[in-house]
């Protein structure tokens, strides 16, 4: 270690500030690589590869970086990295956007952070508490894209229609891109086809939602209020604690920096990481994850709104909520009630159609019988 001021060692929020106070305002100074990364790190090339890339885009000059904490073990790494290149957080400030159904334990989490480090993590309201924004516009169901496309479907009174394309556009001509999603029109390997969901276009003929769908509530209740504190603060970088490999929306993304026209850059420092490289890293600098993950807390593999129907794993997150967070629990099942309950469906209509590969399909509500009897399909 070289002399970087917190290198090794926890540093109390009182600390860093009777520190910090006890310096002269000063201009950010680059850090060397040599004073914040240590032996255990270079075990993972891509690990030191993150330290040289953060350190050249730490020494642009950017004036105002963001850095939006999720709680998240991601977002540990990515605090962890930005801490170390500005020290006395001169030109990076950290937010937290509260949606409003958060687990106790990432406040704990926040506070832990904000002592370990000695930083202050903005706390950021939602714009619209998810409740509301679940009545206004609907529940999110399976993932962003099936509950985009069903959301404008929905809007246009589609009637689940197992009809061609060439059909249903002159029916909902103002209904295109869902549409084709409805119809495949895309093909099935394509991410904006319903084929890439099992059984997902028979599922919902047979069962047609009865409550309203959407992919509104990260952006109304989290997104917009993030993009009002970068307005407010100025910033001229956005730091994302993302990773390709855990797919989703981030498998579309193809790299860790982003220039175009907006009035910030975006970069994310653990971008291209597999498991092995955030292991090293999490040994390498000790860092301790939120009391969601692991069997020593609620034993999730996830942190962020509680008990989110787009998890793959919302019922173990409502187990461990009824046993850890009783009242959270209460909320979500309160408020994404009709989503849980058509994923429980459409759960068990693929488990019955996987079942039943060797009887012949025919109409949305029926199954024909090898014997010729036609029974329902749910
Ligand atoms: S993560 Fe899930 S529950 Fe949270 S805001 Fe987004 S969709 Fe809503």
Known sequence: ??????????????????????????????????DIINDKAMD????????????????????????GVSGGSDSDLVVDICKKLDPYSIKTKYYWANPGLEYKATMRHLDYLEDRYGIKIERIRPKMPIPLVVRKYGQPFLSKLVSEFMYRLQLHDFKWEDEPYDVLIKRYPRSQSALEWWCDEKGEGSRYSIRRNKYLKEFIIANPPTFKIANKCCQKSKKDALYEAMDEYGADLDILGIR?????????????????????????????????????????????????YGCDGYGLNRTGCACCPFGLGFEEELSACDKYEPQLSKAARNIFKDSY???????EFVKMMDERKDKVYSFPEFIIEKNGQLKMAV
């Not at 975006?266 to 390498?284: L, T």
């Not at 309950?341 to 759960?347: A, D, G, L, V, W």
């Open 44 to 67: 993972s090339l891509m690990v030191m590869d993150s330290f040289t890339k953060a350190q050249s885009i730490y020494s642009k000059p950017y004036e105002k970086i963001f850095v």
């Open 341 to 347: 309950e058509y994923t429980r469906k459409y759960r």
């Open 244 to 292: 390709k490999a855990e797919g989703g929306a981030r498998g579309g993304l193809n790299g860790c920096f982003v220039s175009d026209d907006e009035a910030y850059d975006v970069y994310r420092p653990i971008f291209w990481y597999q498991k092995e490289d955030k292991k090293i890293y999490e040994e390498a600098f000790d860092i301790k994850h939120s009391e969601c």
């Open 1 to 34: 270690m070289g002399n970087y001021p917190f290198a090794g060692k926890e540093t109390s929020k009182a600390t860093l500030y009777s520190s910090t106070l006890a310096l002269p305002m000063h201009e950010y100074e680059p850090v060397k690589l040599e």
